[in-house]
């Protein structure tokens, strides 16, 4: 199929085309974004996030051949960023008693103290911070995401960690 051929239908929202392109990209999509997220029900939802979004900026497409690859690369960056974010969550069971009795342990005390220091940052040094260390970003990603020089986000990575040092001493 030659996607290219529905891209102007697409921008001006006809279903048809969007119905074409859809059920014939649909299956590579789903597993591209599987192989990362391994789980049905999520990389279905992953799916609809990854034509809305390709939809919503089709605009930018350029008609080269390689809509396949685009929308492919949509839908990996879709299942990246949630593995990511799961990957950091612990799922507690609020039924579970155990679980409800680790908040007394110095793994919690530990949590607190961290929250507590993160509280000193401003806005962007915890943005910095967090992108690095918590979502593993590297710095070049993060000025991009957040539309600043390269030497600006190291520079407000190094000054945020001084800060941390500084206050985790104080603190002890």
Known sequence: MNYDDYIDKLIEKDEFAFEKVYSSSYKTVFLVIKSIVKSD???????????IQAISSIHSYKKNGKFLAWICSIAHRKAIDYYRRERRLVNIDVTDSDALLESHTPEYEKHLVLEELLSKLN???????MLYNVEDYTHREI??????????ITWTYNKAIKKLRKEANNET
């Open 41 to 51: 029900d999520v990389a279905l939802d992953l799916v609809q996030d990854t034509y």
């Open 123 to 129: 806005p962007v040094e915890y943005q910095v911070v």
């Open 143 to 152: 000025a991009e995401i957040l539309g600043k020089p390269l030497g600006t």
